[in-house]
């Protein structure tokens, strides 16, 4: 009486490399918000730039004062008032200052609305004439000092940074992700071309 022979354990089918069209699937979700996401960096970027030449401009000829609404000004042509303060520019050489109008918020309505702060902080610089360059509610405007210099510059490259980091994370991944597709799909298509013309075992 002959033994059974053992059986054959069975054939472990060869793993398949992994699809190519999740890394296409990744490049389309990235490429709107990746080019959205570059403006809005390269925009902040720019206004940092901005802001450091206008401070670097009146750092040393710029002052705040407290103006008082003394009128309102309509527009004729279209429904808008702005409201006009005096405020004081104190002299340099201690002399008895200077009164200036100075414009604050544009209010849009028809009819125009006139409510208006009765006090506004502004930022004057000292051209001849003198004339606004910022304001806002009172004890928020600040002066333009070094130190607003030395954070302006700081702001500058903090977004140099951020946004040539971002340029280069974005290019390697456009350029890293199409090329994984490509890589992987023929690497699935050959296995399958080998999984088709793979001669049947013999028992």
Excluded: C, K
């Amino acid at each position: 009486m002959t033994n059974p022979a053992p059986p054959f354990p069975a054939a472990r089918p060869a793993r398949r490399p992994p699809p190519g069209w999740p890394f296409w699937l990744a490049f389309a979700l990235l490429i709107v918000p990746g080019l959205i996401a570059l403006s809005a960096l390269g925009a902040a970027h720019d206004a940092a730039v901005d802001r450091l030449a206008q401070v670097r401009d009146v750092v040393d000829r710029n002052v705040v004062v407290t103006g008082t609404l003394v009128d309102v000004e309509t527009n004729s042509g279209l429904p808008t008032n702005q409201g006009q303060y005096e405020a004081l520019i104190p002299d340099a050489r201690g002399g008895p200052g200077t009164t200036v109008t100075l414009g604050g918020d544009d209010h849009w309505g028809f009819p125009p609305d006139p409510d208006h702060p009765a006090r506004l902080d502004f930022l004057v610089v000292l051209d001849d004439p003198p004339h606004a360059v910022a304001h806002g509610t009172v004890g928020t405007v600040a002066a333009v000092t070094p130190a607003t210099v030395a954070d302006a510059e700081q702001g500058v490259d903090r977004t140099r940074v951020v946004w040539i980091v971002a340029v280069v994370v974005f290019w390697a991944a456009v350029v890293t992700l199409p090329a994984l597709a490509i890589l992987f799909s023929v690497r699935r298509r050959r296995a399958r071309a080998t999984e088709r013309w793979a001669p049947v075992p013999r028992l």
